[in-house]
């Protein structure tokens, strides 16, 4: 028996949405909402507690903005043992809540990962639409940086060095793979399926979670909160034309590829741009 709230029957005329979810009872909404809470609670919704009060600090330092630096990936440990346990930890314990939110969705004849489009069942198309979103979102969002810069909106991100060891690459490129997984597995695959259950329209799920999206990026600048709010609602406005969650996971994990990796490159090519 599934452990979720019992779907109301469709109404006359009413089609399901997107994922073949439909609204629940009333009566088991309220136990919804504590799920979602608790979920978001445990990580990007904490995420984006934090980026708020951040910005709230850096914007009424006497420092202006486009002064400040922001670090991804930093060093966690003056000693290279630790360091790799400290960064490795940090980026594997968060996909428990990945694992958590699937778990969550998993219903007797349909398994989390169906449910939300996560499987290889479509490995061809998933990767093509993957590359496209790359195209589409991350070459443009690395000149929306740079305009984020010149206006003074966005502060210095600050890249890890990719020489420091020999394991710093690996563990970069597992990071881009944790925050594919965080992000798009639960702030789309979980978090849109849960709203729409709660009776939320369409457009209204896509904004919300691409303002929330944009919220968890607000240490870094005002810049990038537009940056990837804009992000969300496109990966938004795909997941309910696909209804798949793996081609968004394959764009993200890409484009912060081309971050954390390609982005000290840039800046030693051209620090000019990136000062």
């Not at 400290?86 to 428990?96: E, I, K, T, V």
């Not at 699937?102 to 489009?117: A, T, V």
């Not at 996560?118 to 589409?136: E, N, T």
């Not at 070459?139 to 420091?164: C, K, N």
Request: proline share 6%.
């Amino acid at each position: 028996m599934s452990s979720e709230p019992t779907a109301a029957a469709p109404t006359p005329g009413a089609s399901a949405t997107w994922s073949g979810e439909v609204p629940v009872e009333r009566g088991g909404r309220p136990r919804l909402w504590w799920e979602v809470a608790i979920v978001l609670g445990l990580s990007l919704g904490q995420s984006a507690v934090y980026s708020i009060v951040s910005i709230i600090d850096r914007s009424t330092q006497s420092t202006p903005l486009a002064d400040q630096t922001a670090q991804v990936n930093p060093s966690q440990s003056s000693r290279q043992a630790f360091d790799f346990l400290y960064q490795f930890l940090g980026n594997a314990f968060p996909l428990f809540a990945v694992a958590l939110v699937i778990f969550l969705l998993w219903q007797p004849q349909r398994s989390g990962f169906r449910r939300i489009g996560f499987d290889l069942s479509r490995p061809g198309r998933d990767l093509g639409g993957g590359v496209l979103l790359f195209l589409v979102i991350g070459v443009p969002g690395i000149l929306f940086y740079a305009l984020g810069r010149v206006l003074g909106l966005t502060v210095q991100v600050q890249a890890s060095p990719l020489d420091t060891y020999w394991w710093t690459v690996p563990i970069l490129i597992f990071a881009a793979l944790r925050a594919g997984l965080q992000e798009e597995v639960i702030i789309v695959g979980y978090l849109f399926t849960r709203l729409r259950q709660l009776g939320w329209s369409k457009w209204t799920i896509i904004l919300s979670a691409a303002v929330l999206r944009g919220s968890y990026h607000l240490y870094q600048g005002f810049g990038p909160f537009v940056g990837n709010a804009i992000m969300g609602v496109v990966f938004g406005w795909c997941y309910t034309r696909w209804g798949r969650v793996m081609p968004l996971v394959v764009a993200h994990v890409i484009i912060d590829i081309v971050s954390f990796v390609g982005y000290p490159l840039a800046v030693a090519l051209w620090p000019h741009i990136f000062a």
